[in-house]
């Protein structure tokens, strides 16, 4: 009996099936390459001086940009400094020459400071704040602009709602005390609604003393690695120390809506130097000039 023959050749079927799987691999391949050299594709390195830690807020922003309409800029990033309050400071956040033109514009057209009467909602004199200060109007200039711009890009909230720039001074032994951004009468309330929120610049560096103190604040103060260089009275809570460039962002009210006591908030006597500073309130809706 004749035996049967085989063929050593693959039969058709499987060689149509490698050939697919090759042509799938080449195919996934080229849109790899593709998408990498787009940019829309990171591959993962170890080496990467920006990669971010998963959960690690500090690494939310934290980038380099070497210059901005020509002028130099060092590194930027966000670090959080406190849940209760919601507080994080954006590291250079201006440059050195846009902190020096707003101090020389502000300076020519500096006053005493006020606070706001809980009974009326005006402004009145107080020994609690004795800064001295002045509005810069919203979109005052293209400069202005430009810095407005950057704090709603920074807080999420429109620049509608913002308040004009105010531009503070404090010379030595002068203080503002432990008080709240938000309002507690219908006053003040009318125009833009309540304060939602505020971020603080400041302008310059200081000495010795005019820390951002957050004395209600919950956490663990004497942690922070600046804590040996506060002075006494930032030590009586989480305190912030001005860094030319630096902007504080701070929440008065919670995710709920809710007003937060633990934004209680002061600026603490300059004991050598002098501190400049410039404060932005957002409002929960739009706020008219």
Not at 3 to 11: A, E, I, N, Q, V
Not at 164 to 178: D, T
Not at 233 to 257: H, Q, R, T, V
Request: charged share 25%.
């Amino acid at each position: 009996m004749a035996k049967p023959k085989h063929s050593r050749l693959p039969s058709r079927k499987s060689s149509s099936y490698y050939t697919l799987v090759l042509s799938f691999t080449f195919l996934l391949a080229f849109l790899l390459i593709l998408l990498v050299s787009l940019g829309i594709l990171n591959l993962p390195s170890s080496s990467r001086r920006d990669a971010h830690v998963a959960n690690e807020l500090n690494s939310i922003v934290r980038s380099t940009l070497d210059k901005r309409d020509g002028e130099e800029r060092s590194e930027q990033w966000v670090e959080l400094v406190s849940w209760e309050p919601r507080a994080f400071v954006y590291h250079n956040f201006l440059t050195k020459e846009e902190c020096e033109y707003l101090i020389n514009l502000a300076r020519p057209h500096m006053h005493k400071s006020t606070v706001v009467d809980a009974e009326t909602g005006k402004s009145k004199d107080s020994r609690v704040r004795t800064s001295s200060g002045t509005f810069l109007p919203r979109g005052r200039d293209k400069i202005v602009r430009n810095i407005e711009k950057r704090i709603a890009d920074f807080t999420f909230i429109p620049v509608e709602h913002g308040e004009g720039l105010q531009v503070l001074h404090y010379e030595v032994g002068q203080k503002y005390e432990p008080h709240y951004d938000y309002f507690l009468d219908e006053f003040n309330t009318k125009n833009g609604g309540q304060r939602i929120a505020t971020v603080l610049i400041y302008l310059t560096d200081v000495e010795e003393g005019g820390e951002t103190v957050f004395p209600a604040a919950k956490g663990n103060f004497s942690s922070v690695p600046w804590w040996n260089d506060l002075s006494e009275c930032g030590k009586k809570g989480l305190s912030i120390k001005p860094k030319m460039g630096d902007a504080l962002l701070f929440w008065s009210m919670k995710p709920d809506a809710s007003l937060d006591p633990s934004s209680l908030h002061g600026g603490c006597p300059v004991i050598k130097g002098n501190k400049w500073s410039c404060t932005k309130w957002m409002r929960v809706s739009e706020y008219k000039i």
